[in-house]
T-cell receptor
Framework: DADVTQTPRNRITKTGKRIMLECSQT?????MYWYRQDPGLGLRLIYYSFDVKDINKGEISDGYSVSRQAQAKFSLSLESAIPNQTALYFC??????????????FGAGSRLTVL | GDSVTQMEGPVTLSEEAFLTINCTYT??????LFWYVQYPGEGLQLLLK?????DKGSNKGFEATYRKETTSFHLEKGSVQVSDSAVYFCALSAPSTGGYQKVTFGTGTKLQVIP
Protein backbone atom coordinates (compact mmCIF):
# COMPACT_ATOMS: atom_id res chain seq x y z
CA ASP A 1 0.00 0.00 0.00
CA ALA A 2 1.08 3.56 -0.74
CA ASP A 3 2.42 5.70 2.10
CA VAL A 4 0.02 8.52 1.17
CA THR A 5 -3.35 7.52 -0.29
CA GLN A 6 -5.75 9.91 -1.98
CA THR A 7 -9.38 9.24 -2.87
CA PRO A 8 -10.94 9.63 -5.33
CA ARG A 9 -8.27 9.55 -8.02
CA ASN A 10 -10.58 11.08 -10.58
CA ARG A 11 -13.81 13.02 -10.16
CA ILE A 12 -16.05 14.90 -12.55
CA THR A 13 -18.65 17.16 -10.99
CA LYS A 14 -20.88 20.09 -11.82
CA THR A 15 -20.68 23.73 -10.82
CA GLY A 16 -22.14 24.36 -7.36
CA LYS A 17 -21.68 20.81 -6.04
CA ARG A 18 -19.86 20.06 -2.80
CA ILE A 19 -16.79 17.89 -3.21
CA MET A 20 -14.51 16.25 -0.66
CA LEU A 21 -11.06 14.88 -1.43
CA GLU A 22 -9.61 12.58 1.19
CA CYS A 23 -6.05 11.80 2.18
CA SER A 24 -4.66 9.23 4.57
CA GLN A 25 -1.05 8.40 5.43
CA THR A 26 0.89 5.60 7.05
CA UNK A 27 4.18 7.54 7.38
CA UNK A 28 3.44 8.65 10.94
CA UNK A 29 4.23 12.23 9.89
CA UNK A 30 2.73 15.07 11.87
CA UNK A 31 2.53 17.58 9.02
CA MET A 32 0.08 17.32 6.13
CA TYR A 33 -0.52 19.56 3.13
CA TRP A 34 -2.88 20.09 0.21
CA TYR A 35 -1.45 21.42 -3.05
CA ARG A 36 -2.99 22.26 -6.36
CA GLN A 37 -1.15 21.69 -9.66
CA ASP A 38 -2.02 23.62 -12.80
CA PRO A 39 -0.11 23.50 -16.10
CA GLY A 40 2.59 26.18 -16.20
CA LEU A 41 2.01 27.20 -12.59
CA GLY A 42 3.74 24.45 -10.69
CA LEU A 43 2.34 23.52 -7.27
CA ARG A 44 0.56 26.00 -5.05
CA LEU A 45 -0.21 25.43 -1.37
CA ILE A 46 -3.89 25.47 -0.37
CA TYR A 47 -3.78 24.47 3.35
CA TYR A 48 -1.36 22.87 5.74
CA SER A 49 -1.66 21.29 9.16
CA PHE A 50 1.01 20.71 11.81
CA ASP A 51 -1.27 18.54 13.95
CA VAL A 52 -4.96 17.85 14.54
CA LYS A 53 -5.53 21.21 16.24
CA ASP A 54 -3.26 23.34 14.07
CA ILE A 55 -4.53 24.21 10.56
CA ASN A 56 -3.23 27.05 8.46
CA LYS A 57 -4.14 28.73 5.19
CA GLY A 58 -1.76 28.55 2.29
CA GLU A 59 -1.42 30.92 -0.62
CA ILE A 60 -4.69 29.99 -2.40
CA SER A 61 -7.18 28.94 0.32
CA ASP A 62 -10.22 30.90 -0.95
CA GLY A 63 -13.02 28.53 -1.96
CA TYR A 64 -11.53 25.61 -0.02
CA SER A 65 -11.80 24.23 3.51
CA VAL A 66 -10.01 21.36 5.28
CA SER A 67 -10.50 19.01 8.18
CA ARG A 68 -7.81 17.08 10.07
CA GLN A 69 -9.81 14.20 11.48
CA ALA A 70 -6.81 12.39 12.93
CA GLN A 71 -3.05 12.52 12.69
CA ALA A 72 -3.25 10.29 9.62
CA LYS A 73 -6.24 11.88 7.84
CA PHE A 74 -6.58 15.26 6.15
CA SER A 75 -9.48 16.08 3.85
CA LEU A 76 -10.03 18.96 1.44
CA SER A 77 -13.52 20.28 0.67
CA LEU A 78 -14.86 22.49 -2.07
CA GLU A 79 -18.15 23.80 -0.68
CA SER A 80 -19.46 24.98 -4.03
CA ALA A 81 -17.24 23.91 -6.90
CA ILE A 82 -16.54 26.25 -9.81
CA PRO A 83 -14.86 25.49 -13.18
CA ASN A 84 -11.59 27.27 -12.34
CA GLN A 85 -11.09 24.75 -9.54
CA THR A 86 -10.50 22.13 -12.22
CA ALA A 87 -6.98 20.92 -11.43
CA LEU A 88 -4.84 18.09 -10.11
CA TYR A 89 -4.78 18.06 -6.31
CA PHE A 90 -2.00 16.54 -4.24
CA CYS A 91 -1.83 15.64 -0.59
CA UNK A 92 1.63 15.56 0.96
CA UNK A 93 3.19 14.84 4.33
CA UNK A 94 6.45 15.71 6.04
CA UNK A 95 8.36 15.06 9.21
CA UNK A 96 10.50 18.17 9.37
CA UNK A 97 11.82 17.61 12.86
CA UNK A 98 13.59 14.46 11.76
CA UNK A 99 14.63 15.51 8.27
CA UNK A 100 16.18 18.88 9.03
CA UNK A 101 14.78 20.10 5.73
CA UNK A 102 11.17 19.98 4.69
CA UNK A 103 11.10 16.84 2.53
CA UNK A 104 7.60 16.11 1.25
CA UNK A 105 6.04 12.72 0.51
CA PHE A 106 3.23 12.99 -2.03
CA GLY A 107 0.14 11.00 -2.82
CA ALA A 108 -0.66 10.02 -6.40
CA GLY A 109 -3.05 12.91 -6.91
CA SER A 110 -6.77 13.51 -7.37
CA ARG A 111 -7.83 14.88 -10.73
CA LEU A 112 -10.94 17.06 -10.36
CA THR A 113 -12.97 18.37 -13.29
CA VAL A 114 -15.74 20.89 -12.64
CA LEU A 115 -18.15 21.34 -15.54
CA GLY B 1 9.16 36.33 -1.21
CA ASP B 2 10.98 33.16 -2.14
CA SER B 3 10.90 32.03 -5.74
CA VAL B 4 12.27 29.30 -7.99
CA THR B 5 12.85 29.73 -11.72
CA GLN B 6 13.55 26.75 -13.94
CA MET B 7 13.94 26.40 -17.66
CA GLU B 8 10.79 25.98 -19.64
CA GLY B 9 10.15 22.77 -21.45
CA PRO B 10 9.47 20.55 -23.00
CA VAL B 11 13.00 19.25 -23.42
CA THR B 12 13.38 16.48 -25.99
CA LEU B 13 16.58 14.41 -26.03
CA SER B 14 17.75 11.26 -27.69
CA GLU B 15 18.63 8.31 -25.48
CA GLU B 16 22.17 8.54 -24.03
CA ALA B 17 22.31 12.34 -24.47
CA PHE B 18 23.54 14.67 -21.74
CA LEU B 19 20.86 16.43 -19.71
CA THR B 20 20.94 19.82 -18.02
CA ILE B 21 17.86 21.47 -16.52
CA ASN B 22 18.63 24.92 -15.15
CA CYS B 23 17.24 26.13 -11.85
CA THR B 24 17.87 29.39 -10.00
CA TYR B 25 16.33 30.61 -6.80
CA THR B 26 15.67 33.69 -4.70
CA UNK B 27 15.41 33.28 -0.95
CA UNK B 28 16.37 35.02 2.26
CA UNK B 29 18.66 33.07 4.53
CA UNK B 30 19.96 29.63 3.65
CA UNK B 31 17.36 27.43 2.00
CA UNK B 32 17.51 23.70 1.37
CA LEU B 33 17.21 22.80 -2.31
CA PHE B 34 15.47 19.87 -3.96
CA TRP B 35 14.67 18.22 -7.24
CA TYR B 36 11.42 16.28 -7.40
CA VAL B 37 10.34 14.05 -10.31
CA GLN B 38 6.80 13.33 -11.44
CA TYR B 39 6.31 10.29 -13.68
CA PRO B 40 3.10 10.12 -15.75
CA GLY B 41 0.03 9.48 -13.61
CA GLU B 42 1.96 9.65 -10.35
CA GLY B 43 2.68 12.09 -7.57
CA LEU B 44 5.96 13.91 -7.09
CA GLN B 45 8.80 12.02 -5.48
CA LEU B 46 12.06 13.32 -4.13
CA LEU B 47 14.94 12.81 -6.56
CA LEU B 48 17.75 14.52 -4.65
CA LYS B 49 18.45 17.30 -2.19
CA UNK B 50 21.18 19.54 -0.83
CA UNK B 51 21.00 21.40 2.44
CA UNK B 52 24.01 23.72 2.38
CA UNK B 53 26.29 25.55 -0.03
CA UNK B 54 28.59 23.37 -2.17
CA ASP B 55 26.68 20.21 -1.26
CA LYS B 56 26.10 17.86 -4.17
CA GLY B 57 22.91 15.81 -4.22
CA SER B 58 22.86 12.66 -6.34
CA ASN B 59 20.53 9.79 -7.09
CA LYS B 60 19.88 7.42 -10.02
CA GLY B 61 22.69 9.04 -12.05
CA PHE B 62 21.30 12.55 -11.56
CA GLU B 63 23.36 15.23 -9.82
CA ALA B 64 22.91 18.82 -8.71
CA THR B 65 25.28 21.12 -6.80
CA TYR B 66 24.12 23.87 -4.44
CA ARG B 67 25.83 27.03 -5.76
CA LYS B 68 25.24 29.90 -3.36
CA GLU B 69 27.29 32.41 -5.34
CA THR B 70 25.09 31.97 -8.42
CA THR B 71 21.93 30.94 -6.48
CA SER B 72 21.60 27.91 -8.72
CA PHE B 73 20.88 24.19 -8.44
CA HIS B 74 21.11 22.82 -11.99
CA LEU B 75 20.12 19.19 -12.58
CA GLU B 76 22.44 17.06 -14.73
CA LYS B 77 22.66 13.50 -15.98
CA GLY B 78 25.36 12.15 -18.23
CA SER B 79 23.28 9.68 -20.24
CA VAL B 80 19.48 9.80 -20.18
CA GLN B 81 17.23 6.82 -20.75
CA VAL B 82 13.68 6.57 -22.06
CA SER B 83 12.60 5.75 -18.51
CA ASP B 84 13.76 9.23 -17.39
CA SER B 85 10.88 10.82 -19.31
CA ALA B 86 8.97 12.78 -16.66
CA VAL B 87 8.36 16.26 -15.30
CA TYR B 88 11.13 17.63 -13.06
CA PHE B 89 10.47 20.23 -10.37
CA CYS B 90 13.09 22.34 -8.64
CA ALA B 91 12.09 23.43 -5.14
CA LEU B 92 13.42 25.08 -1.99
CA SER B 93 12.43 25.05 1.64
CA ALA B 94 13.18 28.03 3.85
CA PRO B 95 11.93 29.41 7.16
CA SER B 96 8.80 31.51 7.09
CA THR B 97 6.64 33.11 9.78
CA GLY B 98 5.88 30.85 12.70
CA GLY B 99 8.96 28.73 12.17
CA TYR B 100 7.37 26.79 9.33
CA GLN B 101 9.72 25.62 6.57
CA LYS B 102 7.76 26.74 3.53
CA VAL B 103 8.35 24.82 0.30
CA THR B 104 8.36 26.80 -2.95
CA PHE B 105 8.23 24.98 -6.29
CA GLY B 106 9.30 25.93 -9.78
CA THR B 107 6.86 25.46 -12.63
CA GLY B 108 8.31 22.14 -13.76
CA THR B 109 10.24 21.04 -16.85
CA LYS B 110 8.92 18.20 -18.96
CA LEU B 111 11.60 15.86 -20.31
CA GLN B 112 10.94 13.50 -23.18
CA VAL B 113 13.61 10.99 -24.12
CA ILE B 114 13.26 9.30 -27.49
CA PRO B 115 14.91 6.00 -28.43
Amino acid sequence: DADVTQTPRNRITKTGKRIMLECSQTKGHDRMYWYRQDPGLGLRLIYYSFDVKDINKGEISDGYSVSRQAQAKFSLSLESAIPNQTALYFCATSDFSRAGANVLTFGAGSRLTVL
Amino acid sequence: GDSVTQMEGPVTLSEEAFLTINCTYTATGYPSLFWYVQYPGEGLQLLLKATKADDKGSNKGFEATYRKETTSFHLEKGSVQVSDSAVYFCALSAPSTGGYQKVTFGTGTKLQVIP
